[in-house]
């Protein structure tokens, strides 16, 4: 008998079905629909390439199944914003230079806009502690932390935050 099951995601604001079987994580699966923004590092949570917000926390999502995520709002980074619409940290992030190969960078901005729900004006210790779970190997992580206070401040002075 099959363990596969029609599930529905809601994905950035809209639905999507994916026939999965119970074992497929959320990356798989987000992948799968073409979220390839979604990037695909260690799959086993020691990167956080692969973050995405459940609910407005960033979770790893090779560490979740994707049927854990039903019934759940699922945001990627292009969720945020993107092209004219950029979020206050995807501003940031460009503005400064915060980038080099970019395959970190869904993962940081997940995880910096997950803390700054939490922490609307952080310390660089609190910045640097709510990043903890991402790795990146270009940037030596300094132009990642300005960016992220810049994007803080931006954000407490009325910037737009979704
Ligand atoms: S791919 Fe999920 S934490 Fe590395
Ligand atoms: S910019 Fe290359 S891994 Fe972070």
Redesign the pocket.
């Given at each position: 008998m099959s363990n596969e099951k029609t599930i529905t995601l809601r994905i950035n604001g809209k639905a999507a079905q994916a026939t999965v079987p119970a074992h497929r994580t959320l990356?798989e699966a987000l992948r799968g629909l073409g979220h390839v923004e979604v990037?695909?590092?260690?799959?086993?949570?020691?990167?956080?390439?692969?973050?995405v917000l459940i609910d407005g926390t960033a979770v790893?999502?090779?560490?979740t199944l994707a049927w854990m995520a039903e019934g759940r709002e699922i945001t990627t980074v292009v969720g945020l914003g993107s092209g004219e619409a950029m979020h206050p940290l995807q501003q940031a992030f460009s503005d400064l230079g915060a980038a080099q190969c970019g395959y970190c960078i869904p993962?940081m901005i997940i995880a910096a806009d997950s803390m700054l729900r939490q922490t609307p004006d952080p310390t660089e210790e609190e910045i640097r502690i709510g990043l903890s779970?991402n790795l990146c190997r270009c940037t030596g992580y300094v132009k990642i932390f300005d960016a992220v206070g810049e994007a803080a401040a931006v954000m407490r002075d009325g910037g737009e935050t979704k």
């Amino acid at each position: 008998m099959s363990n596969e099951k029609t599930i529905t995601l809601r994905i950035n604001g809209k639905a999507a079905q994916a026939t999965v079987p119970a074992h497929r994580t959320l990356l798989e699966a987000l992948r799968g629909l073409g979220h390839v923004e979604v990037k695909c590092g260690c799959e086993k949570g020691d990167c956080g390439a692969c973050a995405v917000l459940i609910d407005g926390t960033a979770v790893d999502s090779c560490l979740t199944l994707a049927w854990m995520a039903e019934g759940r709002e699922i945001t990627t980074v292009v969720g945020l914003g993107s092209g004219e619409a950029m979020h206050p940290l995807q501003q940031a992030f460009s503005d400064l230079g915060a980038a080099q190969c970019g395959y970190c960078i869904p993962g940081m901005i997940i995880a910096a806009d997950s803390m700054l729900r939490q922490t609307p004006d952080p310390t660089e210790e609190e910045i640097r502690i709510g990043l903890s779970g991402n790795l990146c190997r270009c940037t030596g992580y300094v132009k990642i932390f300005d960016a992220v206070g810049e994007a803080a401040a931006v954000m407490r002075d009325g910037g737009e935050t979704k």
